[in-house]
């Protein structure tokens, strides 16, 4: 399957399944937004749960946190989003679309603007001089709109974390080194949105900001750059030959060292293929720094052993909900010949999958149709999702199941009646075994 190809199916795929629809479609669609469908919103579901549990529950040195969207329009002055945060917008002569300059040149292959073919109108070498677009979404906050009442859709969710370093660690009596995790929705106005849900102007991020000691930044930087790739890599199941760490040559004005996790995706996305889904930074202090001194107040920390006070430095690491999603889905999807016919598969890693497991009768008689109803609403019980269908051959409701990622497909048939055993196919080998029916919910925990 050709790499341009991917993209095409996994957007045919999302809708026909229900996990991605384009966002007011019978309006005609809203650019670059996107809704989650039934089985989209449990998979991402399950990707910020494996998130907050690596970070969160299984560490003693982390806390959550869930800060507001809108906030004090000087905390955007502060971090420097307000003068800084900004990309350079051309506008094609002949068709007058907009594009970010860096993406425009990535994705044509061109060396400058002047070699540059409009995606839109075909038209080469037809731009504007570039100009800075700032990509915070403005609003107003009360009953009247004028500049005192501005405020800003929050372009990331680290600064919620940098004001609040304070109340968690006081409240929470935490020690440096310590991190504050937040899952949370953040907008960017992108001038070129695209690529599915890669590039968005609504999206959610996973985020960790980690306050260590200044000195020991770059050992923590190192740390936190090696532990990301391998729950890329062990936890969501991303392959390992399609995920690198590339360092960035350009530095942001608050870092002092920075690379991108990158999964390959091919087409248009990035670098030849290789999109970032995760970035990592060494910001030093700089956004305690600026926050203490727009605000007033000190934010500094006290080391209660030798009394030492200082602003800790921060590792960060911010992966996009949507993107790790969409890299699942991107990594498992793959099509295979069996027995002369093709047959549609989403490799999900079954801890993440939406759905664990089919429940289907053979046929629709002789008491199976009811028999399987209960064996799926006793999995609902136990929380483990499962889909009862009883629609079609056996075999095409397999392949249904295969298509939407569910890794087991449980089948009542006749022996079922005679000695409460069921057939459990597994969906990568398509292996079948049976079991007894009250070791299912068993089974499945063992395997999810």
């Known amino acids: 399957m050709a790499d341009n190809d991917l993209m095409d199916k996994l957007v045919s795929l999302a809708k026909r399944r229900g996990y991605v629809f384009q966002s ?36 003693d040195d982390i806390e959550g946190l869930d800060a507001a969207i809108l906030m004090h329009p000087r905390v955007w002055e502060a971090s420097g989003h307000v ?6 917008l051309v506008e094609c002569r002949n068709c007058h679309r907009r594009y970010r300059v860096d993406i425009l040149l990535a994705e044509t292959g ?3 603007l002047p070699e540059a073919r409009c995606p839109s109108c075909g038209r080469t070498g037809e731009w504007t001089e570039p100009r800075q677009f700032n990509l915070m979404f403005k609003t107003f906050m009360g009953p009247v709109e004028d500049e005192a009442s501005v405020v800003y859709l929050r372009p990331e969710t680290a600064q919620g974390i940098y004001v609040n370093f304070l109340n ?7 020690r440096v080194p310590f991190g504050i995790a937040q899952v949370g929705k953040a907008f960017r106005n992108e001038i070129t949105p695209g690529n599915f849900t890669f590039r968005t102007r609504e999206f959610e991020q996973m985020e960790m900001q980690f306050f260590v000691e200044p000195g020991t930044d770059e050992e923590w930087f190192e740390r936190w750059r ?4 391998a729950w890329m890599r062990d936890e969501i199941g991303l392959s390992p030959e399609r995920l690198r760490y590339h360092p960035h040559e350009k ?21 030849a293929g290789w999109g970032e889904i995760e970035g990592i930074h060494n910001r030093t202090d700089f956004d305690l720094r600026r926050h203490q001194e727009y605000s007033g107040k000190r934010l500094e920390y ?34 295979e010949e069996v027995e002369g016919e093709t047959r549609v598969v989403l490799g999900i890693h079954p801890r993440l999958a939406p759905v664990k497991a089919g429940v289907f009768p053979l046929v629709k008689k002789d008491g199976m149709p009811e028999r399987a109803d209960a064996i799926h609403r006793a999995l609902g019980r136990q929380g483990i999702p499962s889909f009862y269908d009883e629609s079609g051959a056996i075999g095409r409701r397999y392949r249904r199941q295969d298509e939407a990622g569910t890794p087991f497909g449980i089948t009542v048939d006749g022996q079922t ?8 196919r597994d969906r990568d080998p398509m292996q079948q075994q049976r079991i007894a029916e009250d070791q299912i919910v068993g089974y499945l925990r063992e395997r999810l």
């Open 24 to 59: 007011s479609e019978i309006y005609g669609g809203a650019g670059s937004v996107w809704d989650y469908g039934p089985l989209g919103v449990e998979l991402k579901r399950n990707v910020k749960e494996a998130w907050w549990r690596a970070m969160v529950h299984t560490r």
């Open 83 to 88: 003068a800084e945060f900004t990309d350079p």
């Open 110 to 112: 061109a060396a400058d």
């Open 168 to 174: 968690v660690q006081t409240t929470m009596r935490q």
């Open 226 to 229: 090696e532990a990301r790739l």
């Open 251 to 271: 530095l942001a004005h608050y870092a002092s060292a920075a690379g991108d996790i990158e999964f390959f995706f091919g087409g248009t996305i990035g670098d």
């Open 302 to 335: 006290i080391d209660p052993a030798t009394q030492k006070r200082y602003l800790p430095f921060i590792i960060e690491t911010s992966a996009g909900a949507d993107r790790v999603t969409l890299a699942v889905l991107a990594n498992g999807y793959r099509e």
């Open 417 to 424: 009646l005679e000695d409460g055993t069921v057939t459990v």
